[in-house]
């Protein structure tokens, strides 16, 4: 899809996908026939240029067509290259802006607890996206808040060092008063270990689960970081990926 | 006259306990005459911090709960510093806010330009969503405020610190409309806020020398009521706007579009050209800028020497 709409972040898409769908496989309550069921959890891409690796997942569970994703950044498609929340089933945010789908989690969270519902909250965010300011902010007003239903997965897929560092996160989240522990991103073991022992509740101390990854993990040319980042590739080297892929 | 900000409060209290939707949420201003509204309606105010882009972008989320948020603070913080968080959270997403300043254009004069807020007007028109209000009196912000809040709207009602002291009847406020103040035909002046004050005392002058004045006041900017406009330059064929607003894009900008197209007309414009540098009271600055009464009757001169 990306290589039709010459549009896309390959490597961001793939150090997310793994985390993605597991939610979305084990974790998350949705009905994606009735994407709005009042009951649902929530989960906010706030990295939202990693958005190909959502839109596969939905299309996966039933929230979108094969023809969605065809029709990706085309004209009359409702999936570009960020998440709209106006027209796509599934997606709860419109991101692209770093920094803006986090402090929307959190309101949310705390929007779901005044009303007494028990809806769950999952931000996914990028650790490059942890550079911005209201990522912090809202990491203290969570906090305080104790907004127990609230999770944060933070993608350590090394963006940030390229730039401006960000880590250690989890003692950063646990320094704002976050409970935080690092898994690997892409072990299924590792996620269902964390995910099934969160254990939420509408009051407590929110929660950061930070998920080491790797950009463009799974095929070996895309890996780390570089030109890739928002690069398209040539018919030749799709058959390459495609073929790492299979 | 009571204060703006003692309105919001007061009418907080009397939505709040019959309204569980509507959530507070404040950057650490106001708190203590919010209390009232904190205990009856616990669970729904919240003195969040000093982070007035993240206040905003949390109200998406309240919003998007369902709840109605009520966002207060400063009006450069809450719309210049966080215009991007509107813009996307609330325009890009169609959800529905209300933020409630203080302190714009120039009331908080001793603190300096960076407590001053001449372009939130302007920011707010852009979105087709948006709703402006400028209510100079308690009752206007009172009557405004239930009209609108639970609307699918970003609403935006910028309080100024002092009431413009003419008494309405409730009839005569409704959104979207204007208020014939006083009649006349041989100039028009347009005010909004707190200088309906002036241009009243200033109408009152010119009628003493003989001129014929027209005082029109809107307390809603959008939608703007621009056929109280033409009716009123019709006759008069002569407008003079004072608006406490960047001389660059605001109710002169209103006016000029309500008329496009219709000759003869002469436009002046009492506003703010730049930085507000210096200070003093309040009164101070209006006088430096000619928000006062000397100051419209010097530009009235331009027609009438």
């Given at each position: 899809?990306?290589?039709?709409?010459?549009?896309?972040?390959?490597p961001?898409?793939?150090?997310?996908?793994?985390?993605?769908?597991?939610?979305?496989?084990?974790?998350?309550?949705?009905?994606?026939?009735?994407?709005?069921?009042?009951?649902?959890?929530?989960?906010?891409?706030?990295?939202?240029?990693?958005?190909?690796?959502?839109?596969?997942?939905?299309?996966?569970?039933?929230?979108?067509?094969?023809?969605?994703?065809?029709?990706?950044?085309?004209?009359?498609?409702?999936?570009?290259?960020?998440?709209?929340?106006?027209?796509?089933?599934?997606?709860?945010?419109?991101?692209?802006?770093?920094?803006?789908?986090?402090?929307?989690?959190?309101?949310?969270?705390?929007?779901?607890?005044?009303?007494?519902?028990?809806?769950?909250?999952?931000?996914?965010?990028?650790?490059?996206?942890?550079?911005?300011?209201?990522?912090?902010?809202?990491?203290?007003?969570?906090?305080?808040?104790?907004?127990?239903?609230?999770?944060?997965?933070?993608?350590?897929n090394g963006?940030?060092?390229?730039?401006?560092?960000?880590?250690?996160?989890?003692?950063?989240?646990?320094?704002?008063?976050?409970?935080?522990?690092?898994?690997?991103?892409?072990?299924?073991?590792?996620?269902?270990?964390?995910?099934?022992?969160?254990?939420?509740?509408?009051?407590?101390?929110?929660?950061?689960?930070?998920?080491?990854?790797l950009k463009g993990k799974?095929?070996a040319m895309l890996e780390g970081h570089g030109?890739w980042?928002?690069?398209?590739?040539?018919?030749?080297?799709?058959?390459?990926?495609?073929?790492?892929?299979? | 006259?009571?204060?703006?900000?003692?309105?919001?409060?007061?009418?907080?209290?009397?939505?709040?306990?019959?309204?569980?939707?509507?959530?507070?949420?404040?950057?650490?201003?106001?708190?203590?005459?919010?209390?009232?509204?904190?205990?009856?309606?616990?669970?729904?105010?919240?003195?969040?911090?000093?982070?007035?882009?993240?206040?905003?972008?949390?109200?998406?989320?309240?919003?998007?709960?369902?709840?109605?948020?009520?966002?207060?603070?400063?009006?450069?913080?809450?719309?210049?510093?966080?215009?991007?968080?509107?813009?996307?959270?609330?325009?890009?997403?169609?959800?529905?806010?209300?933020?409630?300043?203080?302190?714009?254009?120039?009331?908080?004069?001793?603190?300096?330009?960076?407590?001053?807020?001449?372009?939130?007007?302007?920011?707010?028109?852009?979105?087709?969503?948006?709703?402006?209000?400028?209510?100079?009196?308690?009752?206007?912000?009172?009557?405004?405020?239930?009209?609108?809040?639970?609307?699918?709207?970003?609403?935006?009602?910028?309080?100024?610190?002092?009431?413009?002291?003419?008494?309405?009847?409730?009839?005569?406020?409704?959104?979207?409309?204007?208020?014939?103040?006083?009649?006349?035909?041989?100039?028009?002046?347009?005010?909004?806020?707190?200088?309906?004050?002036?241009?009243?005392?200033?109408?009152?002058?010119?009628?003493?020398?003989?001129?014929?004045?027209?005082?029109?006041?809107?307390?809603?900017?959008?939608?703007?009521?621009?056929?109280?406009?033409?009716?009123?330059?019709?006759?008069?064929?002569?407008?003079?706007?004072?608006?406490?607003?960047?001389?660059?894009?605001?109710?002169?900008?209103?006016?000029?579009?309500?008329?496009?197209?219709?000759?003869?007309?002469?436009?002046?414009?009492?506003?703010?050209?730049?930085?507000?540098?210096?200070?003093?009271?309040?009164?101070?600055?209006?006088?430096?800028?000619?928000?006062?009464?000397?100051?419209?009757?010097?530009?009235?001169?331009?027609?009438?020497?």
């Amino acid at each position: 899809m990306v290589t039709r709409a010459r549009e896309g972040h390959i490597p961001s898409s793939f150090s997310i996908v793994d985390v993605v769908h597991h939610l979305y496989a084990k974790v998350l309550s949705y009905d994606a026939k009735n994407p709005q069921w009042p009951d649902r959890d929530f989960f906010i891409l706030s990295k939202g240029h990693g958005c190909a690796g959502l839109y596969v997942v939905l299309e996966k569970f039933g929230f979108i067509s094969k023809a969605d994703l065809e029709n990706y950044s085309q004209p009359g498609g409702i999936l570009g290259g960020h998440p709209d929340v106006t027209c796509v089933p599934g997606v709860e945010a419109s991101t692209g802006s770093l920094g803006h789908g986090f402090p929307t989690a959190v309101g949310l969270a705390l929007g779901l607890r005044i009303q007494n519902r028990k809806n769950r909250v999952f931000a996914l965010l990028g650790d490059g996206e942890c550079n911005e300011g209201t990522i912090w902010e809202s990491a203290l007003v969570a906090a305080k808040q104790q907004l127990g239903n609230l999770v944060a997965i933070i993608d350590l897929n090394g963006s940030a060092a390229q730039i401006l560092p960000v880590d250690p996160l989890v003692e950063k989240w646990k320094a704002f008063g976050w409970e935080a522990q690092e898994i690997d991103g892409h072990s299924a073991a590792d996620l269902e270990r964390v995910f099934s022992t969160l254990h939420l509740s509408p009051v407590g101390a929110p929660r950061a689960v930070i998920a080491r990854t790797l950009k463009g993990k799974g095929v070996a040319m895309l890996e780390g970081h570089g030109m890739w980042h928002h690069k398209i590739p040539n018919d030749e080297e799709l058959r390459s990926i495609l073929k790492e892929l299979s | 006259m009571k204060k703006l900000r003692l309105q919001f409060a007061d009418t907080m209290l009397e939505l709040g306990p019959h309204d569980p939707k509507l959530v507070v949420m404040v950057g650490d201003i106001s708190h203590g005459i919010l209390q009232p509204f904190a205990k009856a309606c616990p669970g729904r105010y919240y003195n969040v911090g000093i982070c007035e882009p993240t206040i905003v972008n949390m109200a998406a989320g309240i919003s998007k709960s369902g709840l109605i948020p009520v966002v207060h603070t400063i009006a450069p913080f809450i719309i210049e510093r966080a215009y991007e968080q509107i813009k996307l959270d609330f325009g890009y997403q169609n959800l529905p806010i209300n933020l409630i300043s203080v302190g714009g254009a120039f009331d908080y004069s001793q603190l300096g330009c960076s407590h001053h807020c001449y372009t939130d007007v302007s920011l707010i028109s852009h979105f087709a969503r948006g709703r402006i209000f400028y209510p100079g009196s308690p009752l206007e912000f009172d009557l405004l405020f239930k009209e609108a809040y639970a609307q699918n709207t970003i609403n935006y009602f910028k309080l100024p610190e002092v009431p413009h002291g003419v008494e309405f009847q409730p009839s005569q406020i409704k959104m979207g409309k204007g208020i014939r103040v006083r009649e006349g035909r041989d100039l028009t002046l347009v005010s909004i806020g707190t200088q309906l004050k002036n241009a009243v005392s200033a109408s009152e002058t010119l009628q003493s020398q003989g001129l014929s004045c027209e005082v029109l006041y809107f307390p809603t900017l959008k939608p703007f009521d621009s056929d109280l406009v033409r009716e009123s330059v019709r006759k008069t064929k002569r407008v003079l706007v004072i608006e406490e607003l960047s001389a660059h894009d605001g109710v002169f900008n209103l006016v000029l579009r309500a008329t496009a197209g219709r000759e003869g007309i002469q436009y002046e414009q009492i506003a703010i050209p730049d930085f507000v540098h210096g200070y003093g009271t309040y009164e101070d600055l209006c006088k430096r800028l000619g928000f006062c009464v000397e100051g419209i009757l010097q530009r009235a001169k331009v027609w009438f020497p």
